[in-house]
């Protein structure tokens, strides 16, 4: 095929023109959504990061509490305090009475949980079932973990369950709360 000189430099110059507009979509436009995404993933990286050092500031300023209350830094009303590990046990479920009382929550059941040894302390705990409505229970959780000694709840398993004590047409509902709470003592041995 033989063309003019005009139209070959013409066609040179055209398929020049439509080599130059294909770099940018198919060589820059890629290479841009690339860095894009990185852009992205350092972003999301340097968020990471920035909690990351929250937390490991937060785990220095915890591991410090946690040296210093084995290093018997906490105040003398921190810890359960008794001659016996049973006397302790006993005061404890004499003060689980006393605030059941002052709660207005019925105490059903409660039985003394083995001695457990953690961390350079023992936990002395018992297993409580009693009997309350919604206010009593709240009432009752707030008195056992806002007391010193220190204690804890675990295990909190509550059940509706159809009052006794009287039956209109509707039957009033009370609460069956199981609950474990225990407390530390000082010293590793049981």
């Known amino acids: 095929m033989n063309m003019s000189p005009f139209y070959s430099r013409a066609l040179a110059v055209a398929l020049l023109l439509a080599l130059l507009a294909a770099v940018p979509v198919f060589i820059v436009a890629p290479l841009i959504d690339t860095f894009d995404r990185y852009d992205e993933r350092i972003e999301l990286a340097r968020g990471l990061l920035e909690r990351y050092e929250a937390i490991a500031a937060e785990s220095d300023a915890l591991q410090e509490r946690l040296n210093k209350l084995r290093l018997g830094g906490a105040s003398a009303d921190t810890y359960l305090t008794g001659s016996s590990e049973a006397l302790v046990a006993a005061n404890l479920q004499e003060r689980v009475q006393g605030l059941c009382d002052q709660k207005n929550c019925a105490l059903r059941s409660t039985q003394?949980?083995?001695?457990?040894?953690?961390?350079?302390?023992?936990?002395?705990?018992?297993?409580?079932?009693?009997?309350?409505?919604?206010?009593?229970l709240l009432r009752m959780v707030h008195g056992l973990e806002s007391s010193t000694p220190h204690l804890f709840v675990d295990t909190l398993e509550?059940?509706?369950?159809?009052?006794?004590l009287g039956g209109d047409e509707d039957d009033r509902?009370?609460?069956?709360i199981r609950f474990d709470v225990y407390g530390f003592m000082q010293g590793e041995e049981a």
């Open 112 to 136: 003394a949980l083995p001695v457990r040894s953690e961390e350079g302390f023992r936990r002395v705990g018992l297993r409580l079932v009693l009997m309350a409505d919604t206010a009593g």
């Open 158 to 164: 509550v059940r509706g369950t159809a009052d006794d």
């Open 173 to 176: 509902l009370g609460l069956e």
